[in-house]
Every structure is written in C-alpha cells, then in structure tokens.
T-cell receptor, first 110, second 114 residues
Framework: QQKVQQSPESLIVPEGGMASLNCTFS?????YFWWYRQHSGEGPKALM?????GDKKEGRFTAHLNKASLYVSLHIKDSQPSDSALYFC??????????FGAGTKLTVKP | AQTIHQWPVAEIKAVGSPLSLGCTIK??????LYWYWQATGGTLQQLFY??????VESVVQLNLSASRPKDDQFILSTEKLLLSHSGFYLC?????????????FGPGTRLTVL
C-alpha cells in the first residue's frame, strides 16, 4: 500500500526566507503529485501539481520531482507570513484516489 | 462555477448520540466524492469515496457510514458517536479518478464529541 511521508513535521522560516518541504512515497507506479495548502480552520486547497521529473516553477513556488528516488519537494522563495499553513503532499496513480502525507506545518516569522 | 457546501459548520454532540453530516456540490455533474477526517493539525485520513450515485466505498473503518443519495450529495453518519470521532470532517470532489485528480475541498465541519 502506498506510503507517503513528509518532513520536517514543522518548519519556522523568517519572512523573506526560503522554505523547503520534503515528501517521499513508496509506490514506483505513482504518477501524479500535488501539493496542498491548508490555512487554519479551512479546507485544503491545491497549490500546484507536478507530473514529470525535474522542476516546475509557479511564481514563488517550485516543485521538484525525482520518481527514481521516490521523492518530491516544494520550495517557497521569499516566504510571507500568509504562507504560514499546513502543507500536504498528495500522491496518486491511475487506479487509486490520492494518498496524503501527514503534513508539514510552516510558520513564517515577520 | 462549482461550489461545495458542508453542513453543519460545527457540532457538539454527546457520546452515544447519532450524527449526520452533509455535503453538496453544485455546478458539476457526476463528480467523484470523498469524505476525510482530520485530527486537530493532523493528517487527512480518507474515510469514503464515491464514484457514482448509490455506490460508496469504505477506505477505513471508524464506525461511520456514508451514502450518496443524489449525484450532488454525500452524507456521513453514525448511530453512536465515540470520543474518537472528534475532529474536522472534510468533503471533497474531483473531476477525474486517480488521473490528474486534483481534489477540491469544502470548508469542513468541526465535530466535538463530549
């Protein structure tokens, strides 16, 4: 069964700094990878997806995927206090609903 | 535009009492529907999913049941609440199954069992 693990559990970065979030998965057939962000008291919202090996940049956010190493990461450049949230990695393939990691709690200190 | 509504917003219930939580999706026909449970600040545990009306699959057993009586409606219920049922319940929908399955979450229902 697919296992998705995220690290670190929590992360504190200064405003303007870089936040790096990591996610490993166990199923080599995994094909689709999402990052979700959840602000306190709200439902999660999809932040970005990545399907091919390499980097994908959307504004201040860059996702990196290495399927051979079973690894996906999210990097947030110029972090803002509004980026403070719980971040989830979600992994799926054609046959199963996405499986979520345990999340990384990001705090951006002004 | 698609909208997802969950009700109630919050509930405080006694152990042993029944529960019914609801979710409706407007603006999208035949969505895939999901129920998730989340402990405070914790991971998202998928409980049920439904690909079509009348059919619901259980992912994990938590003494809960789910039904999809209409294409746009998903119900989560139990006849007898446990303390462990406390948490944040999220309904979600997706357009596709597995493939490109971005999930769109509702605002959630906060359940406190005393």
């Amino acid at each position: 069964q697919q296992k998705v693990q995220q690290s670190p559990e929590s992360l504190i970065v200064p405003e303007g700094g870089m936040a790096s979030l990591n996610c490993t998965f166990s199923d080599r057939n995994s094909q689709y990878f999402w990052w979700y962000r959840q602000h306190s008291g709200e439902g999660p919202k999809a932040l970005m997806s990545i399907f091919s090996n390499g980097d994908k940049k959307e504004g201040r956010f860059t996702a990196h995927l290495n399927k051979a190493s079973l690894y996906v990461s999210l990097h947030i450049k110029d972090s803002q206090p509004s980026d403070s949230a719980l971040y989830f990695c979600a992994v799926s393939n054609n046959n199963n609903a996405p499986r979520f990691g345990a999340g990384t709690k990001l705090t951006v200190k002004p | 535009a698609q909208t997802i509504h969950q009700w109630p917003v919050a509930e405080i219930k006694a152990v042993g009492s029944p529960l019914s939580l609801g979710c409706t999706i407007k603006g999208k026909s035949s969505p895939n529907l999901y129920w998730y449970w989340q402990a405070t600040g914790g991971t998202l545990q998928q409980l049920f999913y439904s690909i079509t009306v009348g059919q619901v699959e259980s992912v994990v057993q938590l003494n809960l049941s789910a039904s999809r009586p209409k294409d746009d409606q998903f119900i989560l219920s139990t006849e007898k609440l446990l303390l462990s049922h406390s948490g944040f319940y999220l309904c979600a929908w997706s357009l596709n199954w597995g493939l490109y399955a971005e999930q769109f979450f509702g605002p959630g229902t906060r359940l406190t069992v005393l």
